[in-house]
């Protein structure tokens, strides 16, 4: 008799309580697609650092007992990924839980949040880039935005006017630091929004039409789908038409309800989405299908070979 293991996802991340990021984001995403979500808590905030006040505490210190008693329960999981890291402490702890958890199935998922609209955050110090540097060679998917991946690879960032052949360059510079797969999220293309998915020799640049603001959380929501799908076997092509997807309706269904900017994306009106498509993958295929049509992705020809 067969016997169902449902799969285990290591969550690193913050826990803000208002504000639809982090862990609020990725507990109920990775449970939606049917992945149980263990959280590694990094710090506590009231609400995300987006508001004019909040509430923080820092987790450094409690993370490694934490952590230690998971060792001693010999835990296993079919997923490590780590989100926002506020100090060079974190990035090495983190480190070193991928050292003590990971097995020959495990998938690393490295989100190297550390800046936006070409800045590095105001907490990201030099020294932590480079820590940061080694901890994305620990990984087998990393998802930086355009930001994180120029300040990976040291190419000088611009808004727009990227050619593919940059950006295959840009991912294959990150990919030769040792992850085997890269998604760069959120390149500019006027009115559209470009991914580019590096798996091996295969590059594809996938993207989708441009709604409403931007808003916080929402690479949060995107890295969730895309570790969940992953753990669950699909092609990293699928998880991430999926998650762009999901992310495209979410905030296009927040633009709707009025949901004010600071708030996030209202993904917990579209849950039904990613239930349906842990089901089956004929949902990802509709999904998919959807992407590749004129109206979002812009036409054939979006795969090339290095």
């Known amino acids: 008799m067969s016997v169902y293991r449902q799969k285990k996802i290591a969550m690193i991340n913050d826990l803000s309580g208002y504000g639809r990021c982090s862990l609020t984001v990725a507990i109920p995403i990775l449970s939606a697609m049917k992945v149980q979500c263990c959280p590694i808590p990094t710090s506590i905030l009231s609400n995300h650092t987006g508001f004019p006040v909040y509430f923080f505490d820092d987790y450094t210190e409690k993370m490694g007992e934490f952590i230690h008693k998971w060792k001693e329960l010999e835990l296993t999981f079919d997923g490590i990924v780590s989100g926002f890291l506020g ?40 020294a932590m880039c480079s820590r940061m540097k080694e901890l994305v060679s620990m990984g087998d998917i990393v998802t930086p935005n355009l930001t994180e991946a120029c300040i990976l690879t040291g190419r000088t960032y611009r808004r727009d006017g990227w050619s593919r052949k940059e950006l295959g360059e840009l991912a294959g510079e990150i990919q030769a630091m040792g992850p085997e797969c890269v998604v760069i999220t959120g390149v500019n293309q006027g009115g559209f929004i470009m991914n580019v998915v590096a798996e091996g020799e295969r590059t594809a640049f996938p993207r989708t039409r441009r709604v409403g603001h931007e808003r916080p959380g929402t690479g949060d929501v995107f890295s969730s789908v895309v570790s969940a799908a992953a753990v669950r076997g699909w092609s990293l092509d699928s998880a991430v038409r999926l998650a762009a997807s999901f992310v495209k309706a979410c905030i296009a269904r927040s633009e709707e309800l009025d949901i004010p900017i600071a708030n996030g ?11 349906r498509a842990a089901d089956s993958r004929h949902e990802a295929g509709k999904l998919a299908e959807r992407a590749d049509s004129p109206d979002s992705q812009g036409g054939p020809g979006n795969v090339e070979k290095r």
Do not use: N, W
């Open 87 to 126: 100090s060079e402490a974190q990035i090495e702890i983190v480190m070193d839980v991928i050292r003590q958890f990971r097995q020959e199935d495990t998938k690393v998922i490295i989100d190297p949040i550390m800046g936006d609209h070409g800045e590095t955050y105001a907490t990201y110090t030099p």
């Open 265 to 275: 994306v209202c993904f917990e009106e579209l849950m039904g989405v990613l239930v």
